[in-house]
């Protein structure tokens, strides 16, 4: 598995190397992947606690901004941001980035209503195990499984509100119809819908 990772990141430096992208591009790039990887390790330390009783489930917003690195959607657009090619992308990279986290939450909300079950079964730490226990802690009478119900539903809510402000940045930018603009347009409309119906690692 190490050697696949490293042939992987080998072969991404290397279509990414003749680019030769912009200084804030590639800042941005090594910053978002820096990231998602302290994310994705922090992530996998906060569910070994929660499982230990080491721990008290963080705060849904906390919780978030974590997660929302994690599923690595930042820099994958960052990614997106140098291969699109476009000289003027650099000076539009801050008006982008509001979209990028609303896109990032959507995709991490969408992720986890689709693999709650196999994150249950595999004790690892999400949105909803967030949200259920920000609910156990405002309602603490409320039994386990109405918790988990209303955790689900909060969880549609505020994937919902997440699209909502995308397509609202979308419309507001100065460049509605830029490359990456419609990139990025495809992208909150594919990725909720699919796991609406399935899961990246079980689709045939």
């Not at 809510?157 to 830029?178: I, T, Y």
Request: hydrophobic letters at 50%.
């Amino acid at each position: 598995a190490a050697d696949q990772l490293a042939a992987a990141l080998r072969e991404i430096v290397r279509d990414l190397a003749p680019r030769d992208p912009p200084a804030p591009l590639a800042a941005y790039w090594r910053a978002t992947f820096a990231r998602m990887a302290e994310s994705i390790v922090a992530q996998k330390e906060v569910g070994a606690a929660l499982h230990g009783r080491a721990a008290a489930v963080p705060p849904y917003d906390r919780a978030l901004a974590l997660l929302e690195e994690s599923i690595g959607v930042p820099h994958y657009l960052a990614t997106c941001f140098i291969l699109a090619g476009d000289p003027a992308l650099p000076a539009r990279l801050p008006r982008l980035l509001p979209l990028v986290g609303a896109c990032a939450r959507a995709i991490r909300l969408a992720n986890d209503l689709r693999t709650w079950p196999k994150d249950e079964r595999e004790r690892n730490f999400s949105t909803l195990v967030a949200a259920r226990a920000d609910l156990a802690r405002a309602e603490p009478a409320l039994p386990p499984a109405a918790l988990h119900e209303r955790a689900l539903r909060l969880l549609d809510e505020r994937l919902r509100a997440e699209l909502a402000r995308a397509h609202a940045l979308l419309v507001a930018s100065p460049h509605p119809d830029g490359g990456v603009e419609r990139g990025l347009a495809r992208l909150i409309a594919f990725v909720p819908a699919f796991y609406a119906a399935h899961d990246y690692d079980t689709y045939e």
